[in-house]
């Protein structure tokens, strides 16, 4: 009896530590300074340069996630080819790398000395240290996100509605853009919203290949770091801003899968959040 | 001159799909166990699977042809297709559904199968039938020169499956089409289709009405499939021109059919009667043996006497008063009895 509730106490215990240390850090950020102090704070230049460069580089790189990584997922799920494996361990091997790795890879691949640097030049375009820099690193860290959501929600779509629009007279683009679109679409919406999160905190790879440019290159993430010995108060700000931007797309995301009510008509699923 | 003609080879997972058909303007149903290979037939007409060899014409038009090269894209083959779910679009209304076909007249097609009042409504809102109709209006809508059917009752609950069979009895009779249904249920083939062919493991083992499928099974798969009783035994010339089997559990049983040898005797559930004692009629063959369950359907008991089953009128079962484990004699003509040769 004792010892049972022993063990329920220890649970409790256990629980309560592991939510106070994910959270007091959280809350230490809103409780060093006033409220209102923060707010002011978002309105100082380095501050608002910051939000501007980081809503501007990953709107970019999110609608280029999207306009690139949606067909591609779409055609690794509806084919089956030799060495699909492979392609998809590819697809996510940014994840797991270190951030600081993708950003020397970046270098190695358009930096004025990498692999393409010299065709740049020849063009005229400098890469590194601009905000396309940016973008490039931020669409490299965080389309993995992406595809791999909207390849599950692919694959996981009734194969029969997709032949019975075809036996109706739909072509491959008009199938695509009608049936297995709007179906895989949650698992789309979700797949976005991560790698939007993902990229809005990109700190590693964007410092290593874009540098720390107030106005330029400067994202949030960047600027709080920078902001650390200068203005710890700003620094503060910003972070307090991130971790609201964070708590609405998790939210978000739980929300997505809620969104509509199933009206599944065949056996198997579709564009199940998360049913890779 | 409308008719589907098909003729094609293609390797399946454990067997190879062979078959030859030609469908006139007519139901025609390939009925099997599941497994057999019938989806993959519809799924080459319709172009969502690749042959191996062969060709595939729809009124004289090709639409797939290996040594000519030709393959036709599903969009560009004029095929009406039901699948077996109905594979309604879910995030479409009925209304959308019908459209997406592209037909002229979406509100025409509504009335007629019956589902313009589920206009707006989304396919999972619908029952079974309805969702059938509404399969069945889609695929139609773009008026296609062939219609095919994969297991259009299976998706349904006992309760609507007769309903919705007879309904969708008078649609097929009422297209001027070729129609090519698949079903694993020989009942379903006999009350939807004029010509029934049974295929096993890739390969059409008989064609013709179901009528004749029963009457004269050419195979023992084949006579197992459309319901009757078989038991094995040993044929031999016997008494007043019929010809006497000794079956393997020492019953003795005659048949009008002529064959020596090694055979499977064949009769139907509904030839069989039930009683106490053994009739004296030796145009009757009995078999006495325990009953061993019994089964209620409808107006019916489905009754296991033995290795066989008998079905009788409910009315027969409450006069004999028969109980299970009870020893009876199960009796059906001699005329009723096939002889099937056993290879």
Redesign the interface.
Known sequence: MIRRRLFGIGLLVATGLALGFLLLPLVAIFLRVPPGDLVAQLGSDVAVDAIVVTLKTTLIAQALILVVGTPAAYFIASRSFRGRPFVITLVELPLVLPPAVAGIALLAAFGRLGLLGGTFDALGVSVSFTQTAVVLAVAYVASPFYIRLAIASFEALDSSLIDASRTLGAGPARTFLRIALPLAAKGLAAGAALSFARGIGEFGATIMFAGSLQGVTQTVSLAIYAQLDLDFDVALALGALLVLVSAAILLLVKLIPAWTRSTSTSASPFARFGSS | MDSLDLDISLALRSFRLELALTVGRETYALVGPSGAGKTSVL?TV???VRPERGRIALDGRVLFDSTAGIDR???D?R???V?????????MSVEQNVA???GTNVPEVLERFRIAHLAKA?????SGGE?QRVGLA??LA?KPDVLLLDEPLSALDTHTRANVRAELRSILDHLDLPVLLVTHDFQDAAALADRVAVLVEGRILQVGTAAALIAAPSDVFVASFTGANLLSGRALPGPDGLTQVTLADGNVVYSVDEMRGPVDVAFYPWEVSIARETPDDSALNHVRAPITSAVQIGNRVRIQVGALVAEVTTASVERLELEEGELVVATFKAAATRLVPRA
Do not use: I, M, S
């Not at chain 2, 779910?85 to 995030?91: G, I, K, N, V």
């Open positions: 799924r319709a172009g969502l894209q599903p969009e083959r095929v009406g297709f699948f077996q779910e109905y594979a309604l679009f879910p995030h997406y076909a592209g989304r396919p999972g809102e619908l969702r889609r695929a773009r």
